[in-house]
């Protein structure tokens, strides 16, 4: 219910002015956010990769509305692709995108165009992109757009939610030789007609694709902080013989940062998924769904100041 409301707040303009103007916002956003500049992420990521944990960069903003912003947004990841290889933060960093943030809702050929120019600037960097999922209403396009990439730059990695009913079948097709999966259970308000309610059906979701893709030829990333669900991953890593370099494990930025480095010290591959940039709302008001915890600490905060 609570996650229902949160999450209907993240679509409505008047919530979103309400909230980026409230003086508290600033000290809730430092928790889960790097900070707004190429230059907070590169220190991010430094602080992160010296002790022993990945990186995938996320410059916040979604559902672009003008060829300008999507532009303007090509060109930041651009620019921080050659600003990570300066620093010689490639390959442990990589960059996660929103298709959404590129043009998808308006045009999907231009998403694409400016995709395919991050994908080259990745790869000149010596790193790769994952393709963030957004709600199920961009799953065909993104996958579709996914597999046009991955023609020329094969390491294109795609998400998975398992919060999906088709999920499943998702992985499948996607466990082939090379094919790098993020498995998440789902971020988004979602119906039931085509997504699991229950967090039970989700979280059985999310263990059945652990099966699918970790018994097959793909690299699996398992985003999760679910105690039960990294504790499975570990399971399956040893039943179906996987070394540590065919697979990882993903955690955001903020939020169980002694289980990431645990994960690194056991000699996993662990990855943080690192937000930087103004455009926080959408971001913010989606980890604030997804634990109760959180909007506390969003009272909390609020009660101090008054
Ligand atoms: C690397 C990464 C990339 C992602 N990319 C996408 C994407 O492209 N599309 C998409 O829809 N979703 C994405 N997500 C979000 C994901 O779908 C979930 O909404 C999110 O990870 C919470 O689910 P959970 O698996 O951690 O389990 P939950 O059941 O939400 O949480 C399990 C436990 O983890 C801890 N925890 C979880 N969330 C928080 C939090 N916000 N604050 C503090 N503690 C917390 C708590 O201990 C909680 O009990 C991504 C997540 C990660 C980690």
């Known amino acids: 219910m609570l996650r229902s409301v949160i999450l209907a707040a993240a ?12 003086p ?15 230059d907070d992420a590169l220190r991010a990521t430094r602080e992160l990769v010296e002790t022993g944990l990945g990186v995938s960069l996320d410059n916040l903003g979604e559902d672009t509305l003008t060829p300008q912003q999507a532009e303007s947004t090509r060109d930041e990841y651009i620019r921080l692709l050659q600003a990570l290889s300066a620093a010689e933060l490639t390959p442990a960093a990589e960059v996660s995108v929103k298709l959404s943030a590129l ?13 395919h120019a991050i994908c080259a600037a990745a790869s000149e960097a010596g790193t790769t992109v994952t393709l963030d999922m957004e709600d199920h209403t961009t799953t065909d396009s993104t996958l579709e757009i996914l597999g046009q990439l991955r023609v020329d730059f094969p390491t294109t990695g795609a998400v998975l939610q398992a919060y999906l009913r088709r999920t499943e079948g998702d992985c499948r097709q996607l466990s082939g030789a090379g094919s790098r999966v993020r498995l998440c259970k789902g971020a988004y308000k979602e119906p039931e007609s085509v997504a699991y309610q229950s967090k039970l059906d989700v979280d059985l979701s999310y263990a059945r694709c652990v099966n699918i893709l970790m018994s097959g030829e793909g690299y699996p990333m398992l985003a999760t902080h679910d105690p039960r669900l990294v504790a499975i991953g570990e399971n399956r890593a040893k039943w179906f013989d996987r070394s540590n370099d065919t697979f990882e494990f993903q955690m955001l930025y903020g939020i169980r940062p002694a289980e ?11 990855r943080v998924y690192v937000p930087y940039g103004t455009e926080w709302y959408g971001y913010l008001m989606r980890r604030l769904a997804e634990r109760p915890a959180n909007v506390a600490f969003f009272a909390r905060a609020l009660r101090s100041k008054n």
């Open 24 to 38: 508290i916002s600033r000290d809730v956003v430092r928790r889960f956010v790097a900070g707004n500049s190429t």
């Open 11 to 22: 679509r409505s303009p008047r919530v979103e002015r309400l909230v980026e103007t409230a």
């Open 260 to 270: 990431q480095l645990r994960l690194a010290e056991a000699g996993y591959t662990a």
């Open 103 to 115: 043009g998808q809702k308006f045009d999907e050929k231009l998403a694409r165009e400016h995709a």
